[in-house]
Structures are given as structure tokens and as C-alpha cells.
């Protein structure tokens, strides 16, 4: 009976931890659809987000957290251009995909914004609350958007009072 309980345990453990790896890798993820003005970037005379030239899209989210957006895409814009037209990122890290969505690859991605070769932009502030959307675009033209915490954010997931720069979470309800 002891091996009877023994295997069942181990047999019960293992198919947690697949479920697990499966709920988290692949299950709450859905593509998303191109619309045509999926990438945006700030513009440094409006302040409003301005659809940009960009091809070959693809982009993942997820309802289960608003950090979970990753797109790729290529755009025959310079890096003087953007530099000149666009609102910049600082400190900007790319947020790991899942293995299967393979065009975005964020080591290689952080590695190049350290070296200068890729620059981010911000494409919308406040997407939810909280939450930046951030593209890095290539010397090369290969682009990647993700979500990041602003600093509203980061206060507001981790305890601290958000204070009255940040804005009213009601604005925010209904979003992810």
C-alpha cells in the first residue's frame, strides 16, 4: 500500500508541475490580430502616440497580467529619424517571451541597448495602470514593443503610497 501512496504522490506531482509549466508557457497567451496602427511611438511635438511604418508585425498578450504584451516588427526608420521625432525610454529592460514566440528574444535585445545599437521610445503611457508600453528599435530596423512598470506602478505593485503625481486607478477600471 506504502508504494501505492508513494507513486500516486510522484505521479500527482509531476502532473501539477506540467499543468503549471503549461498554464504559465502557453495556455493564457492569444496572438494578436494586426490592425495596422499596432505600433506607435510619443511624438516630441504633440506628446500623443503616432502610428509609425513598420511590417512584418506579430505580438502575443495575455488578460492575466498587463505586463505580458511582446510584439516584433521591422520599420525602414533610422535611429536619426526616431531620435528626432519620438519620445525616449531610459533604462529600458526587456521583458523575457515565452520560448515558442521566438522573434523576441530579450537577452540579445538587452545586450544591443547596451551596446547603443537598439534604442527605446515610448509608445503609450498609462496602457494600463501602471504600465508603459516601450519599443526598441534596431540600427538594423528590427523592432520589439513589451510593457514596462512606470513608476506609479512599481509604487502601487509593492505597497508604497502612490502619491498625487500618479493618476486615479478609477480612470484605469476594466482594463487588464
Known amino acids: 500500500m506504502g508504494q501505492f501512496l508513494a507513486g500516486f504522490t510522484v505521479f500527482a506531482a509531476l502532473a501539477a508541475g506540467g499543468a503549471m509549466y503549461y498554464l504559465q508557457v502557453y495556455a493564457f497567451y492569444d496572438e494578436i490580430t494586426p490592425s495596422g496602427d499596432d505600433v506607435q511611438l510619443v511624438s516630441l511635438v504633440s506628446g500623443e502616440p503616432e502610428p509609425i511604418l513598420f511590417d512584418d508585425f506579430r505580438a502575443i498578450d495575455a488578460d492575466s497580467s498587463p505586463i505580458r504584451y511582446r510584439a516584433c ?33 530579450a537577452e540579445a535585445l538587452g545586450a544591443e541597448l547596451i551596446e547603443g545599437t537598439a534604442l527605446t521610445f515610448l509608445s503609450h503611457k498609462n496602457i494600463a ?35 498625487e503625481a500618479c493618476p486615479p486607478r478609477e480612470e484605469f477600471e476594466g482594463q487588464n
Request: aromatic fraction near 14%; include cysteine; glycine fraction near 8%.
Open 129 to 163: 495602470y501602471g504600465v508603459d508600453r516601450v519599443v526598441a528599435i534596431t540600427e538594423d530596423g528590427r523592432g520589439y514593443a513589451w510593457h514596462e512598470l512606470n513608476e506609479c506602478g512599481a509604487k502601487a505593485y509593492d505597497g508604497s503610497p502612490v502619491g
Open 73 to 105: 516588427f521591422t520599420t525602414p526608420m533610422s535611429h536619426a529619424l526616431l531620435s528626432e521625432t519620438y519620445e525616449a525610454v531610459e533604462k529600458a529592460e526587456p521583458r523575457n517571451a515565452p520560448v515558442w514566440f521566438d522573434c523576441f528574444d
